[in-house]
């Protein structure tokens, strides 16, 4: 799997780290408030897990499967929900956690669509952003890293469901694609 990585964009050390600053801001942001943090599946399960664990506030959690990749490095450009939200999210305090705003389809369909569901409050954690790829209009509230316009994966991201698992932000070697 290591193999098919041509550059590490940005080591386990630094993303942990860059966690941690989240962690501390969104503990601030929430003091007296008990959260609901939605974890956008599968991408931002690394993310959500680790996140989670240097929040200091009471949170309640939930998951939701969205999928527009599939097995492509360009949006389908139909956000998919695989698996909906258990949990009724009228009135709620949401914090939104993704691993990634590319075009930007995903989160504004899902911050629409939550929303209409009458939410309090919709604030977005991101651990990664790609301006370069945005198609819509959308800002994070919460950003840990801007990067390039390259399609990355590890901590979460995949390209056609492989690398995943690798602990660090990788770009691929370009015969992986064109395999
Ligand atoms: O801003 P966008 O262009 O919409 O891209 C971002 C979304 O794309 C990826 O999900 P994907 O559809 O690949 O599903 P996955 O999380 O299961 O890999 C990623 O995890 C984000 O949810
Ligand atoms: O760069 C990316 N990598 C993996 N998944 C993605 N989904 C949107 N952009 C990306
Ligand atoms: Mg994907």
């Known amino acids: 799997m290591q193999n098919d990585i041509q550059e590490v964009l940005i080591s386990e050390e630094e993303i942990q780290e860059r966690i941690k600053q989240l962690g501390a801001e969104l503990s601030a942001k929430y003091e007296g408030r008990t959260p609901l943090v939605i974890c956008v599946l599968k991408g931002a399960f690394i ?3 680790d996140l989670v664990k240097v929040i200091t506030v009471p949170v309640e959690m939930d998951f939701m499967a969205v999928s527009s990749y599939g097995a492509e490095t360009k949006s389908s450009g139909v956000v998919k929900i695989i698996k909906d939200l258990d949990v009724p999210v009228s009135g709620r305090d949401v914090l939104i956690v993704e691993d990634i705003i590319d075009s930007g ?3 504004s369909y899902l911050i629409e669509l939550l929303q209409a569901r009458g939410t309090a409050s919709i604030e977005v954690v991101t651990l990664f952003d790609k301006p370069a790829g945005r198609t819509v209009k959308l800002e994070a509230d919460y950003t840990g890293f ?3 316009d390259e ?3 590890g901590y979460g991201l995949d390209y056609a469901e492989k690398y995943r698992n690798l602990p660090y932000i990788g770009v691929l070697k370009p015969e992986i694609y064109s395999k």
């Open 105 to 107: 389809l995903t989160l």
């Open 146 to 148: 801007v990067i390039p």
């Open 47 to 49: 993310f959500m897990a």
């Open 151 to 153: 399609f990355i994966v």
